[in-house]
């Protein structure tokens, strides 16, 4: 039987079939407005990863080019003064030539805490302080034996177009922690005479500061989420003054025991990003040398991939920051 025209127009069939159209748009809409809104917050967190990782790779390729610098630096010096008799007996003159290039290129470069070079036996021949900015060559009574330090030891024992790299520490002198803290990485290579018999090394100890700098300034969008760390998960540049270079000062605060399931991940890849209840993390690894506590590498080769000798580069994004959307 056909309804009739007053049924239909019936205030509460009406009222009921508007509610049940409202409830439809209403639900459609929030599902809209939801999906919308997880595709916004989605796409936050991809800007979100991809400049941190951006950022990271920018610090590397900082330390890297620095890296690499120094090395030229060391090599150019090293070859250019091989022949010019520097290691013959009572060559005072050529000595004397030699200390006021370095003295020279030291006030150029601005980055060099000493200029050395040692003979066979150890003894420093050549010694250029930098002088906080005025570099000033040490007089032939001043130089000393270093025979016994592990930065000559292990220079000495390289082949040629080898360099040596120290661990990267804070300056000790007379058996205290300089203050200001001095950040500090020594580079050496063997020298040789135009006959190719090895006559000693040249060393340069190279003002950690400028690698720091060079590094927070390539990350300067990550202030305050960026650190690097060195292999033992130390702080060597952290945004609290505090936790830096704890290995020095005898403490065991360190990444690894703040964030051990983390650093776990960390040191198990050379570059990654991962997130947990903790926050964004953002890494990449940077190789200096070949060795666990300092080692070698060619002078004409890439930085190795695989070693035991590494810092971190990592960016820590807190959870406040990464799972909200920006405003």
Same mark, same amino acid.
């Given at each position: 039987? +056909? ?7 019936? #205030?509460?069939?009406?009222?009921? /079939? =508007?509610? *049940? ?22 796409? *936050?967190?991809?800007?979100?990863? &991809? ?23 060391? &090599? ?17 003159? &050529?000595?004397?030539? *030699?200390?006021?290039?370095? /003295? @020279? =290129? ?6 060099? %805490?000493?200029? /050395? ?10 010694? @250029? ?18 025979? %016994? ?17 120290? #661990? ?22 063997? !020298? ?37 760390? +060195? ?23 360190? !990444? ?32 200096? @040398? ?6 070698? /590498? ?19 994004? #807190? ?7 920006? @405003?």
């Amino acid at each position: 039987m +056909n309804e009739t025209p007053e049924k239909l127009q019936n #205030p509460t069939s009406i009222a009921r /079939r =508007f509610l *049940v159209i409202f409830a439809v748009l209403l639900g459609l809409l929030t599902v809209t407005t939801g999906a919308h809104f997880m595709i916004r917050e989605r796409t *936050v967190q991809i800007e979100r990863e &991809t400049s941190q990782m951006l950022n990271i790779q920018l610090g590397k390729a900082a330390l890297d080019r620095d890296l690499q610098d120094v090395i030229s630096d060391l &090599t150019f010096l090293a070859r250019h003064n091989e022949t010019t008799g520097l290691f013959l007996p009572d060559n005072t003159a &050529t000595r004397r030539d *030699v200390a006021e290039q370095f /003295r @020279v =290129f030291s006030k150029q470069k601005g980055k060099y %805490d000493q200029i /050395r070079v040692l003979d066979e036996t150890g003894h420093e021949v050549v010694r @250029v302080n930098y002088n906080q900015g005025e570099p000033v060559a040490t007089d032939e009574s001043g130089l000393q034996n270093k025979s %016994d330090r592990y930065y000559f030891i292990e220079t000495w024992a390289l082949d040629a177009s080898k360099v040596y790299v120290s #661990p990267f520490d804070l300056n000790i002198e007379y058996g205290k922690i300089e203050i200001p803290e001095v950040p500090m990485v020594r580079f050496g290579t063997p !020298m040789f005479d135009k006959d190719g018999t090895k006559r000693g090394v040249l060393l340069l100890n190279y003002l950690g500061s400028s690698l720091i700098g060079d590094f927070k300034e390539a990350t300067a969008n990550l202030a305050g989420h960026v650190m690097l760390l +060195n292999s033992s998960g130390f702080w060597l540049s952290n945004s609290k003054k505090k936790d830096e270079w704890g290995f020095m000062y005898g403490s065991d605060n360190t !990444m690894k025991k703040k964030f051990p399931g983390v650093w776990r991940q960390i040191i198990a890849e050379k570059t990654g990003q991962f997130s947990n209840k903790d926050g964004l993390f953002s890494f990449t690894t940077i190789f200096p @040398v070949v060795g666990s506590s300092g080692g070698h /590498r060619d002078t004409g080769g890439s930085l190795p991939v695989d070693s035991s000798y590494f810092w971190k580069a990592v960016s820590h994004l #807190p959870p406040r920051y990464f799972f909200t959307s920006l @405003v």
